[in-house]
Every structure is written in structure tokens, then in C-alpha cells.
């Protein structure tokens, strides 16, 4: 069997999702990363039909220096009545540079008879002539046929003669494409293993999740014989999604054994998935398979317990081969268990202390019933066990009073000024600070005054903040959550505030972000 091609289309199909919008210099960054995650091809754009794809492909020549993968430029099969040679869409790829060229076709007879309005014969013939002129420039040409699924099934004879066709051209891969998302894995497997039979071509597959079986439908094409799978970072793509390359990658390797991508840059999975949606802007899913923050998070607290004895009996693989780690989640359902874990999960060894677990989790349980959660909050958890642990040890500073006053020139745009008083170092530092809404003003204030005893502060900074009401359900007002993500540029750690004011909440998980940031750099209280 050839070596598995894992084909990234981010920057293509991927980038036709809504509200996906990226420049040349966010491709290059991403496409950086797709080489770091050890993906075999990544395809660039549309040279010539798209101008930022052409600078793309100008820029990647002087500033990517791939270290594995290969780039692939996208286009299509010469016009209607034309030469591919005189075509100067067609030239446009070989000036791209790019040594993979992925041509589109199409396969199914509708589309060629009603969307490209010409013959089933023309439409042969400029397959043969725009492959094999590109094999003539010395390119390795792979052929997208696209909605081939529903064409074979509505002309079997004349999708199989489409894939002959570029084969005998000299295409690499003929690639079979669920274009429109229907197909479910038994389809998949039944048409993959059809076209190897009949015409012995290389065969790939290029699923999108209409079905929810994009992953599924592309681990289908693959054990029919396909050895070659496209899909997307993160699943973008346009509707629902393209196959998230990741999770088909990762089935291949950790469930089938196949040889997709390296096992060792799988362990830089989670960190470059989500370094991608940083660049796209498009905020990581949660329980995505293998690289989502909830992929190996344990809630209840039965099963808590029985992780301390065997993380393997709750968990489909070892989470650290992705790159993520096993989270225990300390809920109202979390028993003794749960609160030891999370110990051990900041370096904490409970193991002889009952009193302090016993204190924790009453702590715990009594602040969920009024509207805390913990869930996402590891860092306020690991602030209440250090402080049982060691009374005092997160007292970096005393807060003698903070203020804010909003200002409006009536016109909607308001300032707010904060001003803060705190005791640190053995003086009393007092600091304003401005900022375009209260927050903000309360968080440079903050740190203004702490900067003059604790300097260290300096790398750490907000970078997430969340805010959410929550009902008056028993009677009494309603309170406000405020969840706060602080980061020292390495790493970052999760914060909570509850309280009746926005202001309030705000303040306990800014002032608790910083805390656990200052404990983290090992800097002495002063
Ligand atoms: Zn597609």
C-alpha cells in the first residue's frame, strides 16, 4: 500500500465559511503551523482566479520554509472549447510554482450537461488535456471530481470513465468528492471500493459533514482502499463543516494503525488546532474529538474516584498522544475524589490531609449554590486548596478600596477611570487607570498600583473575559458570574467572580487571575 496522503484544505475550502475571513499574511502564519502538525500537502488556494491566492503563492516562495509538506495549488480543468496550454488560468498554476497541482472536474452528468452546459465528451477531454499538459510542466497532478458520489450513482459507467481518464493522463490521485455532504459510510465504502476495482487509480476522498459522518465517511474511503484523505483544521469549512482533519488523521493512526501523519507532531495537536482558531478568529469547540478542552474532562464524581484508581478505564486513548490532558471537572457531583485529583493535577499532594479536602469541597459545594462554577475555573479551584493548605500563601496584597466612575459625553461613548487602594511591600499604593469601559479601567488601576511591589506582574495579562446573569431563581436578585482568562504569555489559567454587582465579580477574578499568575512565576509575597 502507498504511503497515506492527509491533504489540508484550510486555506481553500476551508476559508468558505461564514463569517471566515483571512489575509495573505493569516494563510501563511496558518499554513506554518499545518507543516508543524505534520500534515503531507497543504493546499494554498486559487492562483490566477483569485488575486490574494496569487500573492499567497508569491509570498510563500520567500517566506515558508516547509519542513514536510508540500503546497498544492487549486484550479480547474481548462474552458469549455479551449487548449489548456493557451488557458491562463491553467498557466497560472505552473506559475504558481507549486510542484502539486489540484485540478477540479466535474464527474456527475448533470452538472456537466446543465452547469458547464457542454458535452459529456468535451467535458472527457478537457480532464485529459488539462492533466496531462500539467504532467507535461512536470507538475504531480491530483483530480478533485466533484459531487462524485451522487454522480456515480446517477451514471456509474460515466463517473468511472471520468477517473480513467485522468488516470491514463498520469494523474497521481483521482480524489472522490462528497461535495454536497449526503453520504453515509456505507455509501462510501461501497463507491471507494467500486472505483479501485474498475479502474485501478489511485483513489482519495473529500467529505464534507452534512451527515455528521465527514470523519466517519473519509475512515470509510480509507478502508475501502482510498490512501489519500482532504479535510480541514478544526472542520471548517462552508454549511457544516468540512472533515476535521485532526480527527481523521488521529482514527487513522491511534484506531487503525495506519501511517497518517507523524505520531510525534500528533503530540502538538491540541496546541496548533487551537493556535489556528486564534488566527481564524473563530473560537475553539469545546468537545471537539481529541483536541477539544472537554475531550478528556471527567464530571461525575463515581467516575472520579475510579480515575484515581485507572485513568484507562474512562478514556478511549491516552490523551497526552494529541497533545491534551485528562481533566477531572469539581461540580456539585464531585465527591473527595475530584478535589484530590485536581490537587494532583497542580503538583499538590493531599494524600495525608483529609481536613483539607473535606474543607475544600464543603467550599466548593457551598459556593455552587450560589451561582459559582467550577467547571472552568481551575485556577480559583488550585487558590482555594493552596490557601487550606498554607493559610496566607495567596495573600499577595490587601485591598484597603477600589472605585470606578463612568463618565458619558451623551453621545454613547463613555470612559470610565478607576481608582484603587491596596497595602503590599509595607506601603500603601494607590494607582488610577482609564479605560473604555469600567473593567477595563479597574484592571489597569490594578495593575498599576501592584506593579510598584510586584514588578513580575508585568507578563501578566487579561486576555479573555465572559460575563453572564444569572436568573433570580429563588426569590432574591439576580447575580453575575464573570469568568476571566489571564495568561503570561506561555500559558493561561481560568478565574471566577460571582457577586450581586458586574463590578464585584469582576474584581474577585481579576484580583484572583493575578494571584495565581504571581504563585505560578514561584514570586515571594512582599
Ligand atoms: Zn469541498
Given at each position: 500500500m502507498e504511503a497515506l496522503h492527509v491533504y489540508d484544505t484550510t486555506l481553500r475550502d476551508g476559508a468558505q465559511q461564514e463569517g471566515l475571513n483571512l489575509s495573505v499574511s493569516d494563510k501563511l502564519a496558518i499554513a506554518g503551523l499545518l507543516d508543524d502538525l505534520g500534515v503531507d500537502f497543504i493546499e494554498g488556494g486559487w492562483p490566477g482566479a483569485n488575486p490574494k491566492d496569487t500573492e499567497f503563492f508569491e509570498r510563500a516562495g520567500k517566506e515558508l520554509h516547509l519542513r514536510r509538506a508540500t503546497l498544492a495549488a487549486f484550479g480547474a480543468t481548462r474552458?469549455?472549447?479551449g487548449v489548456a496550454a493557451?488557458?491562463?488560468?491553467?498557466?497560472a498554476l505552473v506559475d504558481s510554482g507549486a510542484s502539486v497541482v489540484c485540478l477540479v472536474a466535474k464527474s456527475h452528468t448533470g452538472h456537466v450537461e446543465r452547469a458547464l452546459r457542454t458535452t459529456l465528451e468535451e467535458n472527457l477531454e478537457m480532464v485529459r488535456d488539462t492533466v496531462s499538459h500539467l504532467v507535461g510542466e512536470g507538475r504531480r497532478v491530483f483530480l478533485d471530481c466533484e459531487h462524485f458520489f451522487d454522480g456515480w450513482h446517477l451514471d456509474r459507467d460515466y463517473a468511472l470513465s471520468v477517473v480513467r481518464t485522468a488516470h491514463d493522463a498520469g494523474a497521481e490521485v483521482v480524489v472522490l468528492c462528497d461535495t454536497n455532504g449526503g453520504m453515509l459510510p456505507h455509501q462510501v465504502e461501497e463507491v471507494v471500493s467500486d472505483v479501485i476495482a474498475a479502474t485501478g487509480a489511485r483513489i482519495g476522498a473529500h467529505c464534507h459533514n452534512d451527515t455528521g459522518c465527514a470523519a466517519a465517511n473519509s475512515v470509510a474511503a480509507v478502508r475501502a482502499g482510498a490512501t489519500h484523505v482532504q479535510g480541514t483544521v478544526n472542520g471548517y469549512g462552508e454549511r457544516t463543516g468540512n472533515a476535521d482533519l485532526v480527527t481523521v488523521a488521529a482514527n487513522l493512526r491511534f484506531k487503525l494503525g495506519l501511517d497518517a501523519m507523524e505520531a510525534d507532531s500528533f503530540r502538538r495537536a491540541k496546541h496548533i488546532a487551537h493556535a489556528i482558531s486564534e488566527v481564524t478568529n473563530v473560537p475553539a469547540y469545546s468537545r471537539q474529538p481529541y483536541v477539544g478542552a472537554s475531550a478528556f474532562a471527567h464530571k461525575a464524581g463515581l467516575h472520579a474516584s475510579a480515575l484515581k484508581v485507572d485513568p484507562d478505564l474512562y478514556q478511549h486513548m491516552d490523551p497526552a498522544l494529541v497533545g491534551n490532558g485528562m481533566r477531572t471537572l469539581v461540580s456539585d457531583m464531585a465527591g473527595r475524589a475530584s478535589i484530590e485529583l485536581k490537587a494532583r493535577e497542580a503538583g499538590l499532594d493531599l494524600s495525608d490531609r483529609p481536613d483539607v479536602v473535606a474543607s475544600v469541597l464543603a467550599e466548593v459545594k457551598d459556593l455552587e449554590l450560589r451561582g459559582w462554577t467550577f467547571d472552568a475555573a481551575d485556577a480559583t479551584v488550585e487558590l482555594m486548596l493552596r490557601e487550606a493548605l498554607e493559610p496566607g500563601c495567596t495573600h499577595y496584597f490587601e485591598v484597603e478600596s477600589w472605585r470606578v466612575i463612568t463618565d458619558s459625553s451623551g453621545e454613547g461613548d463613555a470612559t470610565s477611570e478607576a481608582t484603587v487602594k491596596l497595602r503590599a511591600d509595607g506601603s500603601r499604593l494607590i494607582a488610577t487607570g482609564e479605560g473604555n469601559g469600567p473593567v477595563n479601567a479597574l484592571d489597569h488601576a490594578l495593575r498599576e498600583a501592584l506593579s510598584r511591589a510586584y514588578?513580575?506582574?508585568?507578563?501578566?495579562?487579561?486576555?479573555?473575559?465572559?460575563?453572564?446573569?444569572?436568573?433570580?431563581?429563588?426569590?432574591?436578585?439576580a447575580v453575575t458570574r464573570v469568568l476571566i482568562e489571564t495568561s503570561d504569555g506561555e500559558s493561561s489559567w481560568d478565574t471566577i467572580g460571582v457577586a450581586g454587582s458586574i463590578l464585584a465579580a469582576s474584581w474577585r477574578a481579576l484580583t484572583d487571575g493575578i494571584v495565581h499568575g504571581l504563585l505560578r512565576q514561584g514570586v515571594p509575597r512582599r
Amino acid at each position: 500500500m502507498e504511503a497515506l496522503h492527509v491533504y489540508d484544505t484550510t486555506l481553500r475550502d476551508g476559508a468558505q465559511q461564514e463569517g471566515l475571513n483571512l489575509s495573505v499574511s493569516d494563510k501563511l502564519a496558518i499554513a506554518g503551523l499545518l507543516d508543524d502538525l505534520g500534515v503531507d500537502f497543504i493546499e494554498g488556494g486559487w492562483p490566477g482566479a483569485n488575486p490574494k491566492d496569487t500573492e499567497f503563492f508569491e509570498r510563500a516562495g520567500k517566506e515558508l520554509h516547509l519542513r514536510r509538506a508540500t503546497l498544492a495549488a487549486f484550479g480547474a480543468t481548462r474552458r469549455v472549447g479551449g487548449v489548456a496550454a493557451d488557458d491562463p488560468l491553467v498557466q497560472a498554476l505552473v506559475d504558481s510554482g507549486a510542484s502539486v497541482v489540484c485540478l477540479v472536474a466535474k464527474s456527475h452528468t448533470g452538472h456537466v450537461e446543465r452547469a458547464l452546459r457542454t458535452t459529456l465528451e468535451e467535458n472527457l477531454e478537457m480532464v485529459r488535456d488539462t492533466v496531462s499538459h500539467l504532467v507535461g510542466e512536470g507538475r504531480r497532478v491530483f483530480l478533485d471530481c466533484e459531487h462524485f458520489f451522487d454522480g456515480w450513482h446517477l451514471d456509474r459507467d460515466y463517473a468511472l470513465s471520468v477517473v480513467r481518464t485522468a488516470h491514463d493522463a498520469g494523474a497521481e490521485v483521482v480524489v472522490l468528492c462528497d461535495t454536497n455532504g449526503g453520504m453515509l459510510p456505507h455509501q462510501v465504502e461501497e463507491v471507494v471500493s467500486d472505483v479501485i476495482a474498475a479502474t485501478g487509480a489511485r483513489i482519495g476522498a473529500h467529505c464534507h459533514n452534512d451527515t455528521g459522518c465527514a470523519a466517519a465517511n473519509s475512515v470509510a474511503a480509507v478502508r475501502a482502499g482510498a490512501t489519500h484523505v482532504q479535510g480541514t483544521v478544526n472542520g471548517y469549512g462552508e454549511r457544516t463543516g468540512n472533515a476535521d482533519l485532526v480527527t481523521v488523521a488521529a482514527n487513522l493512526r491511534f484506531k487503525l494503525g495506519l501511517d497518517a501523519m507523524e505520531a510525534d507532531s500528533f503530540r502538538r495537536a491540541k496546541h496548533i488546532a487551537h493556535a489556528i482558531s486564534e488566527v481564524t478568529n473563530v473560537p475553539a469547540y469545546s468537545r471537539q474529538p481529541y483536541v477539544g478542552a472537554s475531550a478528556f474532562a471527567h464530571k461525575a464524581g463515581l467516575h472520579a474516584s475510579a480515575l484515581k484508581v485507572d485513568p484507562d478505564l474512562y478514556q478511549h486513548m491516552d490523551p497526552a498522544l494529541v497533545g491534551n490532558g485528562m481533566r477531572t471537572l469539581v461540580s456539585d457531583m464531585a465527591g473527595r475524589a475530584s478535589i484530590e485529583l485536581k490537587a494532583r493535577e497542580a503538583g499538590l499532594d493531599l494524600s495525608d490531609r483529609p481536613d483539607v479536602v473535606a474543607s475544600v469541597l464543603a467550599e466548593v459545594k457551598d459556593l455552587e449554590l450560589r451561582g459559582w462554577t467550577f467547571d472552568a475555573a481551575d485556577a480559583t479551584v488550585e487558590l482555594m486548596l493552596r490557601e487550606a493548605l498554607e493559610p496566607g500563601c495567596t495573600h499577595y496584597f490587601e485591598v484597603e478600596s477600589w472605585r470606578v466612575i463612568t463618565d458619558s459625553s451623551g453621545e454613547g461613548d463613555a470612559t470610565s477611570e478607576a481608582t484603587v487602594k491596596l497595602r503590599a511591600d509595607g506601603s500603601r499604593l494607590i494607582a488610577t487607570g482609564e479605560g473604555n469601559g469600567p473593567v477595563n479601567a479597574l484592571d489597569h488601576a490594578l495593575r498599576e498600583a501592584l506593579s510598584r511591589a510586584y514588578p513580575e506582574i508585568e507578563k501578566i495579562e487579561l486576555i479573555d473575559f465572559k460575563v453572564r446573569i444569572l436568573d433570580a431563581s429563588h426569590g432574591t436578585d439576580a447575580v453575575t458570574r464573570v469568568l476571566i482568562e489571564t495568561s503570561d504569555g506561555e500559558s493561561s489559567w481560568d478565574t471566577i467572580g460571582v457577586a450581586g454587582s458586574i463590578l464585584a465579580a469582576s474584581w474577585r477574578a481579576l484580583t484572583d487571575g493575578i494571584v495565581h499568575g504571581l504563585l505560578r512565576q514561584g514570586v515571594p509575597r512582599r
